[in-house]
């Protein structure tokens, strides 16, 4: 338990769900309430379902705002326009929240203010920036998203107009700017890899001093009485976005490979494109004689599917975390990923190997020598990869460390 329990203003996505930002945030929530610390949840949207195991919580109170943006709406039936009039409401809706973070805070004051998900900071008040230490805790940097965005234009022109690559690009553009303004208002940052970190201070000077690397968590239940069902050929699973900086080529490359060399295997990839960008197109070039794109997954599919799956292949040449890697291992099911795949630090390396981005002989190599290792000991391969996400992303230990970071920065102010 903490020394001390703090008094929290929490910015960021609603929690809810089993996979990304927000299913981050309900596990990050629920260990942060669960150690004793008192936390109002400010949302700029006007009112979504909470889980209930949150909404019944007695450390936790959700504070809504007004906006109603929908989805299929005029500003949002198509991907660009939802990703921009999204992104709009959003920052709207936080700039109104301000006053009723203000008054919270009047009526009994925080310790800190904790933001979430994201770099910009839109609903911390004016009034409190002076006053109360600001954590951010993002995701990803829009530095690292436009560095990609640009790098693979002539990959992106294969799958997708100009004139949305040009408007994601502005749109990015600017957000870069707002991000190098607000991430100096922080007094701490919250970095999920060491990699991450790294990018973080080269590209926006954050000091390396005000800083701390804490992992994702995962909830290690979800994939703990989901048997392995390994079948023939051994599955290599490709879970992830169908986007930019993901390594969609690299994965098209390493599976023909593996069949110019006679490798028994099958590759398998799932995942949706994001609203600004669409690489669907270049699975196309995938070989069907061992590979399959399989589209859309939902998340409470997720465990079966690494389940039936021998291998997680994480190709991303710029990737924070990488949620996908340690759900994989909490399944039992080791990892080849690149060394920008912040998930990776720490994992015992009879689990998960670490290649170059964009290197497909390493990967497809990879694969070869980690089928080699699962052969050779099944069984001691799945309970190490099982044992190293409870002690590297389990909840408990991930939400301890971030609330000692927490209580030494309320004890130095």
């Known amino acids: 338990m903490p020394a001390r329990s703090l008094r929290i203003a929490w910015l960021g996505p609603v929690p809810g769900g089993t996979a990304s930002a927000r299913g981050a945030a309900e596990e990050l929530l629920h260990g942060l309430a669960d150690l004793g610390h008192r936390i109002d949840c400010f949302f700029p949207s006007a009112g979504y379902p909470i889980p209930p195991e949150l909404e019944a919580h007695e450390n936790l109170r959700f504070i809504w705002g007004t906006s109603n943006w929908k989805w299929n709406k005029w500003y949002s039936r198509t991907s660009i ?29 925080y310790d800190l203010v904790y933001q979430f998900s994201s770099i910009e900071t839109p609903a911390m008040p004016a009034s409190m920036r002076r006053a ?72 926006y000077g954050f000091p390396l001093a005000k800083t701390v690397v804490v992992p994702n968590p995962v909830r290690i ?10 079948g023939e050929p051994p599955t290599v699973l490709v879970l992830g976005r169908i986007c930019v900086r993901k390594g969609v080529e690299s994965v098209v490359a390493t599976a023909r490979l593996l069949l110019e060399r006679g490798v ?53 040449k710029y990737e924070p975390f990488g949620l996908t890697v340690g759900e994989a291992l909490a399944a039992g099911v080791p990892v080849v990923a690149t060394s920008e795949v912040g998930a990776i630090e ?30 050779a000991r099944p069984r001691e391969t799945e309970l190490t990869a099982r044992a190293e996400a409870v002690r590297l992303f389990a909840t408990e230990r991930v939400c301890e460390q971030i609330s000692v970071a927490l209580e030494q920065l309320v004890g130095r102010i």
């Open 81 to 109: 326009g939802a990703f921009a009039s999204g992104l709009y409401a959003r920052g709207r809706g936080s700039v109104r929240l301000r006053r009723q973070i203000a008054e919270h805070h009047a009526r009994e004051p």
């Open 132 to 203: 109360v230490p600001l954590v951010i805790h993002p995701e990803t940097h829009i530095a690292g998203e436009l560095r990609w965005l640009v790098a693979e234009r002539r990959l992106g022109l294969r799958c997708q107009p100009a004139y949305k690559l040009a408007m994601v690009t502005a749109i990015m553009s600017v957000r870069l700017l707002v991000q190098r303004f607000a991430i100096r208002q922080a007094s701490l940052l919250i970095c999920i890899s060491s990699v991450f970190r790294d990018h973080l201070i080269h590209d």
């Open 221 to 230: 239940s979800r994939f703990a009485n989901t048997p392995r069902q390994s």
């Open 264 to 316: 028994d295997v099958r590759i398998r990839v799932l995942g949706n494109p994001s609203l600004w960008s669409d690489y669907t197109k270049l699975l196309d070039d995938l070989p069907t004689e061992n590979s399959q794109y399989a589209g859309h997954v939902p998340a409470a599919e997720i465990p079966a599917e690494l389940a039936r799956s021998d291998i997680l292949l994480q190709a991303s």
């Open 346 to 375: 720490g994992v015992e390396r009879s689990v998960a190997i670490e290649v170059q981005p964009g290197d497909a002989e390493g990967m497809a190599a990879a694969i070869v020598e980690m089928l080699a290792r699962i052969d």
